[in-house]
């Protein structure tokens, strides 16, 4: 008699993540898992404690998967946060249900920040080139830069974004100048004390 391929818990993780991909978390229990392994439930509450606990693991693999993703996202922008913005954008559009997870959920499990800055510190990054480029307050304009940002990433959910990389590039930049502008301005009418 042939022995039965046995479901590792590696399976069980790449089966729900994958569902989590196409479907969004919502959508997954233990028999769609199941189901789509070829095997029954009784691998993945051998290999894990609770549906929670796959939940858990899909997301820390959504979370690694986005840091891949923009780790590897060309890098063509000459302004701070533009390269950070451009792959942000691309994951909306790219992977919407994992950007909804990591990014628009009510009760995230990382902060944004976490889950942007990760291993690389790319957000430090971003605002140490801000700040040798000459911007007086980085920081600041992180913040202006990732209310944008996150806002066009969100509208690709929706649909409401068409623009083309290239044009979100040119915005991007465009943006980052006319904040800095915006700032210098404001400093040369403030008085002097």
């Known amino acids: 008699m042939a022995r039965k391929e046995s479901i590792s818990s590696r399976m069980v993780l790449d089966t729900a993540f994958e569902m989590a991909r196409e479907e969004g978390l919502k959508n997954i229990t233990a028999r769609r898992v199941a189901e789509r ?40 922008g000459e302004f701070p946060f533009s390269n950070l913005g451009m792959a942000y954008i691309s994951f909306a559009r790219e992977e919407r249900e994992l950007f909804r997870m990591l990014f628009v959920s009510a009760e995230p499990k990382k902060s944004l920040y976490e889950l942007l800055n990760g291993g690389a510190e790319n957000v430090k990054a971003e605002i140490q080139a801000a700040a040798a480029q000459g911007c007086p307050d980085p920081g600041a304009m992180f913040t202006k830069m990732w209310i944008f940002i996150h806002g066009a990433a969100c509208m690709s959910l929706t649909g409401d974004y068409d623009l083309s990389d290239q044009e979100t590039l040119k915005m991007l930049e465009s943006v980052y100048r006319s904040f800095l502008r915006e700032r210098e301005s404001v400093s040369a009418q403030s008085p002097v004390r």
Do not use: N
Not at 40 to 61: A, C, H, K, N
Not at 70 to 75: D, E, S
């Open 37 to 76: 392994a070829g095997c029954s439930t009784q691998p993945i509450f051998r290999s894990f404690q609770s549906m929670e606990d796959l939940m858990d693991g899909v997301y820390e693999r959504a979370a690694a998967f986005f840091q891949d993703f923009y780790a590897l996202y060309p890098k063509l």
